[in-house]
C-alpha cells in the first residue's frame, strides 16, 4: 500500500535547465539534486527541499497546465509572496480554501504552484 509520496513531476520544454535551475534554486531556495546519469541524458533537473521532492522533465511538446499543479505547504506566507514578487513573478491570492491562506504563482515555463499555510 502507498506509504507516502515520493516526488511530483512537472514538464518543461527543451533548454529550459537554466532557467527552472534559477527560479527553483534561486527564488525558491530549493537544492537541486543530481539526477543518475542514465536520466540526466535526458535532460531536466531534481530538486528539494526538506521532504519535498520536485522533479521537471523535458517534454518536446510542453504545454503548462491551466489547472493541474504541486502544493507546496509553507511557513510564513506572507514573506514567501512578498520574496516571489520581488522576483517578478506573478502571485495570486486566493481565499477560498478554509483554515488556509495560500496564493498561486507560476514557474519561468508556465508551471502553476500552490504556496499554502494551515491554520492561519
Known amino acids: 500500500m502507498i506509504v507516502s509520496l515520493d516526488h511530483v513531476q512537472l514538464a518543461a520544454p527543451p533548454g529550459s535547465e537554466d532557467l527552472l535551475r534559477s527560479f527553483y534554486t534561486g527564488v525558491l531556495g530549493m537544492t537541486e539534486i543530481p539526477k543518475p546519469p542514465v536520466l540526466a541524458a535526458r535532460g531536466g533537473c531534481w530538486f528539494r527541499a526538506g521532504t519535498v521532492r520536485l522533479h ?9 497546465s491551466p ?5 507546496l505547504r509553507v511557513t510564513g506566507i506572507e514573506a514567501c509572496a ?3 514578487e520581488s522576483h517578478g513573478v506573478r502571485v ?5 480554501l ?11 515555463v508556465g508551471n502553476r ?6 491554520g492561519v
Open 56 to 64: 521537471l522533465g523535458i517534454d518536446p511538446g510542453f504545454r503548462p
Open 67 to 71: 489547472k493541474a499543479h504541486p502544493g
Open 82 to 84: 512578498a520574496r516571489l
Open 92 to 96: 495570486l491570492q486566493d481565499s477560498d
Open 98 to 108: 478554509p483554515g488556509h491562506r495560500r496564493f498561486y504563482a507560476w514557474d519561468p
Open 113 to 118: 504552484l500552490e504556496f499554502l499555510e494551515p
